[in-house]
Every structure is written in C-alpha cells, then in structure tokens.
C-alpha cells in the first residue's frame, strides 16, 4: 500500500536538519524559534511516524545514526525545496526581490562584496542581500542544503546539481618584500616562482591549491597564513612571496615601501569568478539576470570573458 504523508510535517522536518547541522538541541531549537523541550517531543513523534532513530542521544552529545544519516540527507533537500517554494511564491511577480542569502568565499569577499553591495543597491533595490563568508565546499554545502540562495566561488565549473555563470577572471599577482630575489626582474614568469619561500594559505582554501598548481613548488616546502590579510602582513614583514588575486591588492598605500607587486607574464595565471546557484531552484533565471548585471560593472583589475 502506498505511504501517504498525513502525519508528516514540513515543521518536524526543518526540526531534524537542524539538529543535524547543529549537532545539538539547544542550539537547533533556538535556531528554530521553539523551545527545545517542544523540538525534542516533535523529532521523536518524527523518528516513531519513519519507523527510524535519526539520532542518538547520549553524554558524549548527538550523533547521526548509522540508518538516519539518509533519511537527514533527504530531509535536507526537501526542507530546501519547501524553502525555494516559499521564495517562488514572494518573487513570482517581482525578481530579485525580498531576501537573497549570498556566500562568498573568503579570498574573494571582502575585495569584492562592497562593489557588489553598491551595484545591487542601484540596479535591484528592492533586493535585500545577506552575505556570508566561508570556504568553497563549506558554501556549497549550504547552497545544496538550502541555508544560501547562491555563492561566489573561484574555482572550475561545479557541477552535482548546481548550475553557474562567470562573472570575470580575476589575474593573479605576484607580492614580495621589497629585498626579494624576484623583486628587481625586469619581467616574471612562472618559471621565476621555484624556491623554498612560498607562502600558502592553509588547507581548503582554493587560493592556495591554485597558488601550488602555477609555482614550481610544493606544499611541503610553503610556509602558511590562516588568512589572506595575514599572509599580506607575512610578505610584508620580509618572509617569502605568494600569488595574490588582483582585488586582493587595492588600498595597500601602507605597505607601498615594504611590499612589491608585479604583473605576471602569463595570461592563464588567475582564477574564474563565479556565481552558483542550485540546479532546481525556480529562481534560476533571476540568477542569471543578476549574473549578467554583475558582468556589466565588474571592478578595475579583472575581465569579463567571452
């Protein structure tokens, strides 16, 4: 016989995805606006109605069960459905208007959002954005599960249910202290880059995978910053060189007698800026309107492509 939904709750689900994000169920019902004595009655009328524990509870805190970790996978992008019906529903004779929750990965968004943040607020001012910023896979992550409307990355083309437009190729430069071997090249080429000075950013940043993939070095050999403006201050202070991206370099009037800047003679050496979004979200067309209003006013430093 077929399962019929009576009984199961959009409310009861959002619950469960929350804890799973969480990992907790304090902060999940706070995240949720209940009380958490009221979220733990509703996931164990949830976990009786599926036949199914999702979670175990314990002193050592909250895990996934072995048979839940599918169910919450699921559950994840119906809530993410149910959200994107929702945003359909307010935008339907409007686009790109309400709220929009935009990531932005943290190499790029401190240079870049504030160009963003202006040109939306003269192109689309009824669009209300939200900005976070985070690493590649964790704001894919939140674009697949719902928690981000759309995301700007740099790296090749997602795929797995999402779908992308190129906003602009952003160059990379090369950054040393003013003593550096490199810094009194006439002209830098790739194959200036090999030594034991490289600076890295640490793992799971794009910058720094694609940093490795143009040096003739290795990670091993780098030394590493746990972020960009720190790895800035590293160079600064006399330690090594790196391959920084062109916004990254604006507003640097402080650093001008400690730090050198240098075009490199390789027109591949940079990364493609993108706008995400997920695949069945019914505002793809508005995204791609936006993407296409972004092009048009890019910031000096970068270029629009094809």
Known sequence: MRATLAGLSLRDIEYAVA??????????????????????EQLRKLEDLLGVRLFERGHAGVRITPRGAELLRQAGRVAAEARGLLELARTVSAPLTGQLHLGAISTLGPYYLPHVLRHAREAFPQLQLRLTEGQTTVLLDGLRNGDLDA?????????????????????FHLVCPVTHRLAGLPDVTLQDLAGDDLML???????????????QSTAGQARHAT????????????????????????????MRDLVVTRHLDDPAAGRAVRLVWRSTDPRGGDFLVLARSLRSAVPAGVAVRG
């Open 19 to 40: 804890v799973a994000s969480t990992l907790h169920f304090g902060r999940a019902a706070q995240a949720c606006g209940v009380s958490q004595p009221a979220l733990s």
């Open 151 to 171: 995301a700007l990355i740099a790296t090749a083309e997602p795929s797995d249910g999402l779908d992308d437009a190129e906003l602009f190729f952003e160059p």
């Open 201 to 215: 950013l640490e793992d799971g940043h794009c910058l720094r995978d694609q940093a490795l993939a143009l040096c």
């Open 227 to 254: 972020g960009l403006e720190t790895l800035w201050h590293m160079i600064a202070a006399g330690e090594g060189y790196s391959l920084l991206p062109a916004l990254s370099l604006n507003g640097r009037a402080a």
